[in-house]
């Protein structure tokens, strides 16, 4: 035909008669595609759309997203179009997956190649007009109104409105969505107040008082009584200013429950103008302390009477109270628990029984270096309340036998007839110290026998007069004793010692102290370290202890990482056991090596023998200055898992020590070895003798060469580093 035509697919009877009124032969179309191809050609005809050109365009007002596919136009180009290929008619495929299909006329997808039209399909050729200026002819037309298919499948009704929508939908422009832009979001500013005092609380004090400066907000938060209900100034003392000081104490005041302001000599000119704030402020306080603290007493009356909750108290060494501060403490703090007046040398025991007398609650008591201590109505005060659970009256020398056994046993108690001790409830003593009482003899520490079952720590360095005798029946008697300190008793020998090995507290003991104790040596400590499996510390300085006894307490902390269940997954190991043991003439570099050598050794579990485990305890030791260099850098090394090099340096210090004393052997400082060999040779009679020779040593005749020089051999083979020493340079042990 000459000229355009237009198609459109109507209704099936439409066709119909299409197909019998129609001039020329209906179109031939290619066969219809299927599977992949079908597919392959639905996609690139909706990748060639030109409604895709813009991604952000607008979605048709009249699609329907639940309705089935429809035809909105049909193209009119043929293959011999000036465009090249005529495409882009939309039809109901099994691709479009039952969606309504935008129309697709773009002049450059060959038309020849892809089939519009199901086989199926029918159409009919209608003539249209040309336009007026017959320069252009449409190529694509609309279906009516009435034969598009609404949302349901059912026709769409013809109305003026619906026809106008549908007609104009191909010339819409197409708006792009404009992005929403999000406003700050201010997230500390929306955070509610409780959780921002709850991440305060994870910073120390000074970083608070710096966080003060940011703004004004934080400036209240900082000061906020929340964060300074425990105001410990122990810490930051030295650098915090009076002002800052006295701003956290005000502004914190009711919250502030323990006050903590040792060493804070900063506040002496304060407490003249501030006192009387401070103390209006701070009424709910629990712990005070005021330890070193430069103040007067007027302002620690102030304290004391506007804080009626006080439990635990601590004037230690203020000499400006006396016994009247004890009177306003026995008036005001109803609940105290924990008073602590020593070295208060304006207070003695007067002023300390009407605290006994009116603080029912009392039980930890310490009043070192208080006079009064003889005062029989102050103990029977004592004796008669019993609630007191630790006692220190270290350097009283006031406190006698008579005084001690008021304490304990009271005044004239009934006596068992069975057992001569005396009938009287037990005491409730936990800590028990009376260091420095030098007038306490073994009369009156045999008191505490079987008058203390729950002692757990006992402290008697330096009561002089004490002997073996006054520590057997307390051994025997208390067997949670954890701590025991003997410092300096030169009455003690290693009778002691043994006792203890078998006593009932052994295995709970952890910490002893034997320093000084010159006549201790290894007949008594090695009972003690196998007897002990939880020792923890260990004080033997001064005493006649060989490196046997370092030897066996390597022994024990080598059992004690055998016996561990589980290996040191860490791989860095603990101090197990710390030990003192210097300026002992017996101790020399050979135990020293062995406790470094047992530190760095590897362990194998019996489960699981092929892997080595390192170990979860050692021994931290303190010896002969001269070694000592050397032991604290073998035990950082331990102590960081570093065992290699820590081995490495252990078998070169040896190698030093023996290449020393080869050196040494008949060079310079012989004569003072073979000195000090004869007085531990001595010393070491004395101990299988059963005590020490009197007088100058029985003098020697030149008699058997050959019986001296075996005496020395045998003498050299008990002392390790001397192994390689000529005996016949002794001269005769002479």
Request: aromatic share 6%; hydrophobic share 35%.
């Amino acid at each position: 035909m000459n000229s355009e035509m237009e198609r459109v697919v109507e209704s099936p009877a439409d066709m119909a008669s299409m197909r019998a009124d129609s001039v020329e032969p209906p179109l031939d179309l290619p066969p219809k595609l299927k599977g992949r191809h079908r597919l392959l050609q639905g996609l690139q005809r909706i990748s060639s759309s030109p409604s895709l050109a813009k991604i952000g365009r607008t979605p048709s007002s009249t699609y329907r997203g639940g309705g089935q596919a429809s035809m909105s136009c049909v193209s009119f180009s043929s293959a011999a179009s000036p465009y090249g290929h005529s495409y882009g008619n939309s039809y109901s495929s099994q691709s479009s997956g039952g969606f309504s299909t935008a129309p697709t006329s773009v002049a450059s997808t060959p038309g020849g190649e892809m089939p519009f039209f199901e086989s199926k399909a029918r159409i009919r050729v209608v003539d249209s007009k040309i336009g007026a200026s017959g320069s252009a002819t449409p190529t694509s037309a609309p279906l009516p109104a009435d034969r598009r298919l609404g949302s349901k499948g059912a026709a769409l009704a013809a109305t003026p409105e619906i026809t106008a929508v549908l007609g104009d939908y191909f010339s819409r422009p197409v708006t792009q969505a404009k992005p929403c832009s999000r406003e700050n979001f201010d997230f500390w500013g929306k955070l509610p107040y409780e959780i921002k005092m709850q991440i305060f609380r994870f910073l120390r004090p000074k970083e608070i008082v710096r966080c003060a400066a940011v703004s004004q907000k934080w400036y209240k938060m900082c000061f906020d009584g929340q964060l300074w209900t425990n105001l410990d100034a122990s810490e930051f003392y030295r650098k915090i200013p009076s002002e800052s000081l006295v701003k956290i104490m005000t502004e914190a005041g009711p919250f502030v429950k323990d006050l903590n302001l040792r060493g804070c000599v900063q506040l002496r000119e304060r407490w003249g103008t501030e006192s009387q704030k401070i103390t209006d402020v701070c009424r709910n306080l629990e712990n005070f302390s005021i330890v070193g603290c430069l103040i007067d007493r007027p302002s620690v009356h102030y304290f004391l009477l506007r804080n009626p909750r006080l439990v635990h108290i601590n004037l230690s060494g203020l000499a400006v109270l006396n016994n009247s501060t004890m009177k306003i403490i026995a008036q005001g703090c109803p609940q105290l628990e924990h008073l602590n007046v020593s070295w208060c040398q304006n207070i003695d025991t007067k002023g300390l029984q009407k605290v006994v007398q009116a603080c029912g609650k009392l039980k930890d008591l310490r009043a070192g270096e208080i006079r009064g201590w003889n005062d029989k109505d102050f103990l029977l005060d004592l004796f008669n309340r019993n609630t007191l659970e630790r006692l220190i009256v270290s350097h009283c020398t006031d406190l006698d036998d008579e005084g001690l056994q008021i304490l304990l046993q009271g005044e004239n108690p009934k006596m068992d007839p069975l057992t001569d001790r005396p009938i009287v409830p037990p005491r409730m003593f936990r800590h028990l110290d009376f260091s420095r009482c030098s007038t306490l003899t073994d009369d009156g520490i045999k008191a505490l026998a079987h008058n203390v079952p729950r002692l757990v720590g006992l402290q008697l360095s330096q009561c002089n007069l004490a002997t073996d005798d006054a520590l057997a029946g307390i051994l025997e008697s208390a067997p949670l004793i954890t701590h025991l300190d003997l410092e300096e008793l030169d009455g003690l020998s290693n009778t002691t010692l043994k006792n203890l090995a078998k006593a009932p507290c052994a295995s709970r003991l952890e910490h002893l102290s034997v320093s000084f104790c010159e006549d201790l040596g290894d007949a008594g400590m090695l009972p003690v370290i196998k007897k002990c499996p939880k020792l923890k510390s260990l004080y033997m300085d001064n005493t006649k202890i060989s490196d046997l006894v370092l030897t066996e307490v390597a022994a024990q902390v080598r059992q004690r990482n055998r016996k561990a269940v589980v290996g040191n997954p860490s791989k860095k190991p603990r101090v197990g056991i710390r030990m003192v043991a210097y300026d002992c003439q017996n101790v020399n570099w050979t135990g020293v090596r062995e406790v470094l050598s047992r530190n760095a050794e590897f362990y194998r579990q019996p489960h699981n023998s092929s892997a080595p485990h390192y170990p979860c305890e050692i021994i931290s030791l303190k010896c002969f200055y001269g070694y000592q260099p050397t032991v604290d850098e073998h035990t950082k090394r331990v102590l960081r898992g570093d065992l290699a090099r820590a081995s490495l340096l252990e078998r070169k210090w040896a190698e030093y020590m023996i290449a020393t004393e080869e050196a040494g052997a008949q060079g310079a400082g012989a004569r003072r070895r073979r000195r000090r060999a004869r007085e531990a040779a001595m010393v070491h009679a004395d101990e299988e003798e059963g005590g020490v020779r009197g007088g100058r040593r029985r003098a020697r005749s030149g008699g058997c060469v050959v019986m001296h020089q075996a005496t020395a051999s045998s003498f050299i083979r008990r002392i390790p580093f001397l192994d390689d020493f000529d005996v016949g340079g002794w001269d005769l042990m002479e």
